[in-house]
């Protein structure tokens, strides 16, 4: 049984944290995660632990897609939109119970943007955003426990995304009006620290053992965005995508794991992952302008354990990715004219996470602490 626990320590490592979602592109308008996600070891904590991690990740999106169309002149001729992402997550769970956890998800962000038809489409300039994102708190449930639970176990979690990041982040910009002067204006929907609204989150996590050191991982979340636009202007001349959209997400993974046994603490998974934004939401309106779409990759990682802290690095890579027909674009086409935005994908995410397991008991130089 202590075998399969520290087996299984391995594998949470791995596997949770790892779904955050960046969309890997101009298709989210913000990196996010779902909440039993975004911690990891949460299963292995035993009541009154803690666990402590940073998931960073990066993206640069290049590749423009309208539908599952790519348009690979956009970089023939120069005129390409290149996002770079960089997000850093601070995760916080806490024990209540073997079954019961909270957690708690702070996110910090620095984003740049470099186009050509943002600033005159005559020369190439950059715009920024920085500061924190939306924070997300909330708590799961593991189904199982004791021997029910010694060959796996899942669990949903409920969780709140408040609207803490700033959903009209300004940058400059260039060449603009008749005389080409500077303007402050609203950066694009892709790199806003957050999207004004206050969400909520379901989501689940599960993993099982199939033979051996072999494990299959399976996690995903939906974010419900009830709150239709945000009052953020777009820049964008169509009447009816002046204002941004508050979209919901989604993203769900599965793969399966192997721990290895003559290397204690390193492990490799290799699974598949489609994250993205949908073209209406469940609840409320979807009016306003979004990007929606979805990005199905493979998703190789690894791991490695030592003592309670867990270093783990996944890199989905993007094999298909559609921009899809937003409500706007519906409402713009003509029997005779067919409206349909593009958006711009990376190829891959690059997925880094530290985790450090607190147990309930600590040893000090100073005695056991409680």
Known sequence: MKKFTLM???VTALYIGSINVYAQGCVAIRQFSGLGNAVGQGNMLEKGELNISANYRY????????GSHEEPNRIEDGTQVINHQHGLDLNISYAFSERIYGIVSLPYQYNERSSLYEHGRTERHTTYSQGLGDIRIGAGYWLLSGEKAKKGNTAIGLGIKFPTGDY??????????ENGEEQIKTVDQSIQLGDGGTGFIVDFQGLWNLKGTY?????GFYLFNPRETNGTPTNRRREN?????????????????????KIHGLGLSLGGRVEGIPV?????????????GYI?????GISYMKGNVTGTLNVPIALLRNR??????????????KVHGDAAFADYLINFTLAWRIPKKVKSPFGTLQ
């Open 59 to 66: 993206f640069k999106s290049f590749r423009h897609f309208r």
């Open 8 to 10: 299984l320590l391995s």
């Open 215 to 219: 494990f299959w991982y399976y996690d």
């Open 280 to 292: 209406r939401d469940v609840f409320g309106g979807s009016n306003g302008f979004r990007r929606p």
């Open 324 to 337: 899809t027909q937003s409500v706007t674009d519906i409402e713009n086409s003509t029997p005779d004219d």
């Open 241 to 261: 995508e002046a204002i941004m959209s508050v979209p919901d997400q989604f993203a769900l993974r599965t793969g399966v794991f192997n721990s290895f046994e």
């Open 296 to 300: 199905v990759s493979v998703e190789p």
């Open 168 to 177: 009209a982040s300004t940058s400059t910009f260039y060449n603009q009006g």
